[in-house]
Antibody
Framework: QVQLVQSGAEVKSPGASVKVSCKAS????????ISWARQAPGQGLEWMGW????????NYAQKLQGRVTMTTDTSTSTAYMELRSLRSDDTAVYYC??????????????WGQGTLVTVSS | EIVLTQSPGTLSLSPGERATLSCRAS???????LAWYQQKPGQAPRLLIY???TRATGIPDRFSGSGSGTDFTLTISRLEPEDFVVYYC??????????FGQGTKLDIK
């Protein structure tokens, strides 16, 4: 079945970086977009950015520009999200999700199970 | 960036009643790129509706989506106990930032 499996929870110090992985299976990885979102404790969903696996294009949320980088490794069907210069307000559950390109029918599904990143000194 | 505003913030209803959740966009959204999600505590969002009105695989037919342009609606025809959680809308127009609404919490009255 189509699924996205994310890496495990992380605890980081302020100023450090974190890299979360999202391994895809059950579909042609290079045909879709992977988008990342996060959810701080008790808050709503915040969109972070997307990467088109088929052409490498990216689009990042303005507030994260310069701190976030999204990449893919097509040999392992894995997407990565790296966030640098971590602050306490980056503490959140981070999600990846598969989005269809314009020429494919379907919706944003599935989602990964989420990765908790805690930033604390 | 398209801003999505969901209303109400909290909706208090009883099982068996009908729920109507609203999502209003700051500018026109192509209906092909409007989704609704359900999120239970401690879980990832679950896709309910995409393309403004198409139910995702396995979603019961008591969930329906409608709307176009800047006004979209999620309707739950007969509330079940497990429906009392949080719902989000999202637009994901190609080449634009994908934005979420702030969410509507469905509470048991």
């Amino acid at each position: 079945q189509v699924q996205l499996v994310q890496s495990g929870a992380e605890v980081k110090s302020p100023g450090a970086s974190v890299k979360v992985s999202c391994k895809a299976s059950g579909y042609i990885f290079t045909s879709y977009v992977i988008s990342w979102a996060r959810q701080a404790p008790g808050q709503g969903l915040e969109w972070m950015g997307w990467i088109s696996v088929y052409n490498g294009n990216t689009n990042y949320a303005q507030k994260l520009q310069g701190r976030v980088t999204m990449t893919t490794d097509t040999s392992t069907s894995t997407a990565y999200m790296e966030l640098r210069s971590l602050r306490s307000d980056d503490t959140a559950v981070y999600y990846c999700a598969r989005y269809p390109p314009p020429w494919l029918v379907g919706g944003p599904d599935p989602w990964g199970q989420g990765t908790l990143v805690t930033v604390s000194s | 960036e398209i801003v999505l505003t969901q209303s109400p913030g909290t909706l208090s209803l009883s099982p068996g009643e009908r729920a109507t959740l609203s999502c209003r966009a700051s500018q026109s959204v192509s209906g092909s790129y409007l989704a609704w999600y359900q999120q239970k505590p401690g879980q990832a969002p679950r896709l309910l509706i995409y393309g403004a009105f198409t139910r995702a695989t396995g979603i019961p037919d008591r969930f329906s989506g409608s709307g176009s342009g800047t006004d979209f609606t999620l309707t739950i025809s007969r509330l079940e106990p497990e429906d009392f959680v949080v719902y989000y809308c999202q637009q994901y127009s190609n080449s634009l930032p994908y934005t979420f609404g702030q969410g509507t919490k469905l509470d048991i009255k």
